[in-house]
């Protein structure tokens, strides 16, 4: 029987880390969790004992990461009964960068080729299933929140939405692979100015994504997603390559 339930990107990133590097990886996962929007600002993490479970990491190591990125202004911790970690309100930009700094070709074509090879895939296997009506629910909800971002919060909402179709195919290892991709990709797009129209267009290709997915429309689904990937690549190339 197919699966109808959505896969939580937060399974996928919160995934046990590799023991020579506990800290580092703990950091890099918490840290992606809140660059794509899998828990938004204000939202409280998992607990310590289900983080430090999940990743595979001691209490130590987790709250060593924790402190890390407390101190760099991405959380912070609440005592007493409604307390917990929670990511604050406003957060971090991405580090200062030369405007328009160049990227090495190869590493350039190869993430967007990873990026247009998983988007692709995912939105046409989205489209195949019979959605549940969480999986709708889902994606009609980030696409709002996306369609309403403001330019400081809109990198995040975008990504969340991208992580949204992927898990609605629920498949957690492409699940995992987006999650991956993307913060490459971001870490891409940090680099070039956010360009009001091209927000404007995004976002009207975003509705044509989700649109054919809830039609259960596979191709039109892959092709608008073609579509979409391949005007982020060339604003990437034009300014990175």
Do not use: C, W
């Amino acid at each position: 029987m197919e699966p109808t339930s959505v896969v939580n990107a937060g399974e996928a990133l919160f995934r046990p880390v590799r023991a020579g590097n506990a800290f580092e990886e703990t950091v890099e996962r918490l840290l992606q969790a809140i660059r794509l929007g899998v828990v938004g600002v204000g939202e409280r993490l998992p607990s310590e004992r289900e983080l430090a479970e999940r990743l595979g990491v001691s209490r130590v190591t987790l709250r060593e990461a924790i402190r890390a990125l407390s101190d760099a202004g991405y959380v912070e911790s609440r005592r007493g009964r409604y307390g917990g970690t929670f990511v604050n309100d406003t957060l971090p930009g991405p580090p200062e960068r030369s405007p328009g700094g160049k990227v090495e070709p190869v590493a350039l074509e190869d993430a967007l080729s990873l990026r247009y090879v998983l988007e692709t895939g995912a939105a046409e296997m989205a489209a195949a299933r019979s959605l549940s009506p969480a999986d709708r629910q889902h994606l009609t909800g980030t696409l709002a929140e996306a369609a309403g971002a403001d330019l400081d919060d809109y990198r995040r909402k975008d990504s969340r939405l991208h992580l949204a179709i992927a898990e609605v195919t629920a498949s957690g290892s492409l699940t995992t692979a987006m999650a991956d991709a993307r913060t490459r990709v971001n870490q891409l797009l940090d680099r070039i100015p956010l360009l009001p129209p091209n927000l404007e267009h995004s976002n009207a290709q975003h509705e044509a994504i989700v649109d054919a997915i809830l039609a259960g429309d596979a191709p039109a689904a892959r092709q608008a997603m073609a579509e979409h990937i391949e005007g982020t690549a060339s604003l990437l190339r034009a300014f990175l390559a």
